[in-house]
């Protein structure tokens, strides 16, 4: 067979998504703070936008969408929008109008480059500096203006556990070698307080004698918090230990068979140290007042409190009504007045061309900033309406609950719905959840009812434990029986995974855990 050049045609289609279409898609999955954080680095960058005094948002009323669960009205006031005051006509801001380039809600490319910041900031979506502590902290609402910092609600920099060490070393040492060495094995050092190398490794490079490296590290082990530098769980606790006077060989053949505590074999323990039930349960309680991991007390990342994106109340009249927290909604808004005076005093063809620009970027994100808030308002609604019986009665009326369920029911793609669902959290008169948590798998009935909710069945199934009689453990064919009694058809090795997932010991270590329990109370 020739190989020859020729000509073909071929007809294809392809999703070609414009910068600001990606920029909409990866703003649906930001979290709050990300979004507040992004629309900063925005203003900054784009001298049309800035940021508005109050909830100052238009929308329409949404319309009725169940007798069980409404929209509230009020939920446009948590909605961005533009300035009202409008450039002239005939000017660039006319496509202000226009409709999106693409519908971003059924856009699923699985590809969708993340949103990167203007060139000039230097800084990521990610970069913990520019946290609630940063550029969120005194703004009201989410996106204020340029108000007074609070400086009682800056989150001062924590000491981290090198720091802490490094103080202690200049203190305990006063010959230089000793304190080189010291200062070496700090540096061995992981965030839990652990040395991360051997010792004679260590000796090996720094070019001194193991007994030399044994009398500093023997120095380094009394530092504060006690059982740093430890190399094993075991002599963790034997430094915490030696400091509360509490350890001698008894307890040093305990550590010896921490194995034994870990599967609650309590009788073998016994037998080993060669104590009574009563001694074996003050040890026992001596090694639960230690610190494992000492060193995570230092140079812990702050916890940011989590902060509802739509809130779920239930009216007068028994419906739910959803609402988004127009607290985490940036309020963001174009000035159109000050492009219409750049555009009668700009003379060069460039600067008119930044201009225009800008304007089409600021007007671009505002509509993208408020189709995200009534996504995100559409998404909630419709998990408020499959998931009723949760919201009135609790997790045992959990109902199974897929991305493609909700898709369906407001005609979106699934890939949308989940980065709606993504890192955004609901909260109720129940507690605050995180949206996945409403998507749970199916476990089938024993009968002809509906399917049960992997969520609820585990439930159950602590439920159960937890009231089981200390005198007839549970185990778990026993639960497996209980439960198909109950309506629900599951294995016995599901009941063991979520029994393992909650952290439940098996029967067996209940067994001797409520066995010594009674025994100490006795």
Not at 128 to 141: D, F, T
Not at 475 to 497: C, F, H, N, P, W
Request: charged residues 30%.
């Amino acid at each position: 067979m020739a190989l020859t050049p020729r000509l073909e045609l071929r007809q294809s289609q392809t999703l070609v998504m414009t910068p600001q279409l990606q920029q909409a898609i990866k703003m649906l999955q930001l979290s709050n703070i990300e979004l507040n954080e992004y629309v900063e680095r925005e203003v900054e960058r784009n001298p049309l936008l800035e940021f508005g005094e109050g909830p100052e948002a238009v929308g329409e009323k949404p319309d009725p969408v169940d007798p069980r669960a409404t929209e509230r009205a009020e939920a446009s006031d948590g909605m961005v929008s533009a300035d009202s005051r409008l450039a002239e006509p005939g000017d660039a801001s006319s496509g202000d109008d226009a409709p999106l380039d693409a519908d971003y809600e059924n856009v699923f490319d699985s590809d969708v480059p993340s949103i990167s910041p203007p060139a000039d900031s230097g800084e990521g979506l990610g970069d913990p500096k520019l946290g609630a502590s940063g550029w969120l902290e005194g703004r009201s609402g989410g996106g204020g203006g340029d108000g007074d910092r609070n400086l009682e609600q800056t989150l001062s920099e924590g000491v981290s556990l090198h720091d802490h060490l490094e103080e202690q070393l200049a203190l305990a040492f006063a010959d230089p070698t000793d304190r080189m060495i010291g200062g070496y094995l700090i540096d061995l050092v992981n965030e839990a307080g652990y040395l991360t190398d051997t010792l004679d490794s260590a000796a090996d490079r720094l070019g001194c004698t193991m007994e030399t490296a044994e009398r500093v590290l023997g120095v380094l082990q009394t530092f504060d918090p006690a059982g740093v530098f430890a190399r094993d769980l075991k002599e963790c606790l034997a430094i915490q230990l030696r400091e509360k006077d509490r350890f001698d060989p008894i307890m040093e053949v305990f550590l010896d068979n921490l194995e034994l505590l870990g599967r609650r074999d309590f009788p073998a323990l016994r037998r080993i140290c060669n104590v009574d039930g009563e001694d074996l349960a003050e040890m026992i309680a001596d090694i639960q007042s230690l610190n494992p991991e000492p060193g995570l007390a230092f140079g812990s990342e702050q916890i940011q409190a989590v902060v509802p994106d739509v809130y779920i109340r239930e009216g007068a009249d028994g419906m739910w009504l959803v609402e988004l927290n127009a607290d985490t909604l940036p309020r963001v808004l174009v000035n159109s007045r000050y492009y219409a005076e750049l555009g009668r005093k700009s003379r060069d063809s460039k600067c008119k061309s930044y201009v225009t620009e800008c304007l089409h970027s600021a007007n671009w994100l505002v509509k993208s900033l408020d189709q995200r808030a009534r996504t995100i308002l559409k998404v909630a609604t419709e998990i408020v309406r499959q998931q009723d019986g949760f919201f009135a009665h609790g997790v045992t009326h959990l109902r199974p609950l897929n991305l493609r369920a909700i898709a369906e029911a407001i005609e979106m793609h699934e890939s949308t719905v989940s980065r709606v669902t993504a890192n955004k959290y609901l909260a109720c008169s129940r507690g605050i959840f995180e949206m996945k948590y409403f998507f749970t798998s199916s476990i089938p009935s024993s009968g002809t009812g509906d399917a049960h909710s992997s969520e609820a069945v585990r439930f159950r199934i602590r439920e159960l434990i937890d009231g089981e009689d200390p005198r007839s453990i549970l185990s778990d064919d026993q639960l497996v029986e209980i439960l198909r009694k109950a309506g629900i058809e599951i294995a016995r090795r599901t009941v063991a995974k979520y029994r393992e997932a909650m952290h439940i010991p098996s029967s067996v270590q209940r067994r001797r855990t409520k066995a010594m329990s009674s025994h100490s109370m006795a």
